[in-house]
């Protein structure tokens, strides 16, 4: 039977009760795995912590004959969830960094140094190895690889500026616990965290690095993850370094960022997922012209660039960035997986939503965005009807009434992890 909507339970009455006794006893089990169902996943938490080895799966009591198995749906569990985090130093990834023990001889000389740092700010980067990573049965064994992007958002409420995470690692762990994973294991999460503050007033450094396509640094940005982090990554970890195994995945304009990751370098990755997703006229151009092979594809899609006349300045620019042409073979095998929330089905998102608010830390302040995912519709349509008219396969599913933040994503974040892992899909 189903309790509390999440949790499985089997009772296995002992031959010594009697019917009513029986009865009895699931009632109580029933009572008591409602009144605890919301502290599951604190106690995952803390058990995922402090021990190397998170719970078991499937809990039982011999005695009572109950057995309750962890519920897949959410909220999954916070935090590392028995998995090693490592931190990538940025002295080891962006130019000119050093480190001299005295951060007053902490220069370069080099100016293309200083002003590569200036257009991408050096961060550190932290990478989740899931437990299995140092298993001794899979000492010999290589793991996909994830790059998530906004990566401080991953997994660790504490460090989401929200006050919540995505969750990704605790639904990485629980769709590994039910074997729903293609891969056997959960892959390797690269964090990579949003440049911080801005290049000018009003001028974000994230709205630049997750920019449109032409933007000289969501360029550099992609650079930076294909021919830097990347190679760093294969070379310090045990990782599948082929593109059905290697995905991105990103939020708003992280999402953009993913897909346009598989555009600009399709000789490295694979998957894209693209969670409320953001695009912008010069993205949704690159994708169109990557896809024109035939006069009757143009003319099915020439409407898009009338729409957005800005976008034939990335047609004009040219588009071949990256490590490999971007053309039609390429974009149809790749994995890619867009969602939405916002109002839809006749379900409007509420201005106001007090769990927003209800956070273990001190970003009870969060705002919500109840407005955007709305808003970013027409442009995620614009999107799929490129796709559709092109015969590029995806996923697109819709959340009517999800909000545009970490908490509303972490409650659907097993949907594209899933498409990007799950059995009978590949990348």
């Not at 006893?25 to 502290?39: D, G, I, K, N």
């Not at 962006?94 to 293309?112: A, E």
């Not at 953001?278 to 035939?294: D, E, H, K, M, N």
């Not at 697109?396 to 992890?417: C, S, T, V």
């Amino acid at each position: 039977m189903i309790v509390s909507s999440s949790y499985e339970l089997t009772v296995a009455t002992a031959p010594s009760f009697s019917a009513a006794s029986g009865k009895r006893t699931t009632m109580m089990a029933r009572v008591l795995l409602a009144a605890t169902s919301l502290m599951w996943n604190h106690v995952d938490s803390i058990f995922a912590n402090a021990y190397a080895e998170p719970m078991s799966p499937k809990r039982s009591n011999t005695w009572t004959g109950y057995h309750i198995e962890r519920p897949l749906a959410p909220p999954f569990p916070n935090g590392p969830c028995g998995g090693k985090v490592i931190t990538l130093p940025r002295v080891d990834l962006f130019s000119g960094q050093k480190d001299n023990g005295n951060p007053l001889l902490n220069f370069n000389l080099n100016p293309f140094s200083s002003l590569e740092n200036a257009v991408l700010p050096p961060r550190d980067i932290k990478v989740w190895l899931p437990k299995e990573y140092h298993f001794p049965e899979y000492s010999r064994q290589c793991f996909p690889v994830l790059y998530c992007h906004d990566g401080q958002t991953a997994f660790d409420d504490s460090s989401s500026w929200t006050g919540s995470s995505m969750r990704i690692v605790g639904a990485l762990t629980r769709l590994s616990e039910r074997k729903l994973l293609r891969t056997g294991t959960p892959p390797i999460v690269v964090c990579i965290p949003c440049a911080e503050g801005a290049i000018l007033p009003g001028i974000s450094r994230r709205h630049m690095e997750y920019g449109d396509y032409n933007h000289p640094v969501s360029q550099a940005y992609g650079e930076f993850v294909a021919t830097k982090l990347h190679p760093y990554v294969k070379e310090s970890f045990r990782v599948l370094d082929v593109p059905e195994h290697t995905s991105t995945i990103g939020c708003s304009l992280g999402g953009q960022a993913s897909l346009q990751l598989i555009l600009r370098y399709p000789n490295i990755f694979g998957g894209a997922a693209c969670l409320s997703p953001c695009f912008q006229p010069g993205t949704i151009a690159a994708v169109t012209a990557s896809l024109v092979t035939t006069t009757e594809i143009a003319a099915s899609i020439g409407g898009i660039l009338r729409v957005f006349p800005k976008a034939n300045e990335s047609l004009a620019s040219g588009l071949g960035y990256g490590d490999g042409e971007t053309d039609t073979a390429d974009l149809r095998s790749k994995t890619i997986y867009l969602d939405n929330g916002g109002d839809a089905d006749n379900t409007r998102v509420p201005i106001f939503d007090v769990h927003d608010h209800f956070t273990m830390n001190d970003k009870f302040w969060n705002p919500g965005y109840w407005w955007l995912d709305t808003n970013l519709q027409p442009m995620i349509d614009a999107m799929r009807f490129v796709f559709d008219q092109a015969g590029v396969k995806y996923t697109y599913e819709r959340f009517p009434g999800g909000r545009h933040n970490e908490r509303a994503w972490a409650q659907r974040i097993h949907h594209p992890l899933l498409a990007l892992y799950g059995k009978g899909t590949t990348s």
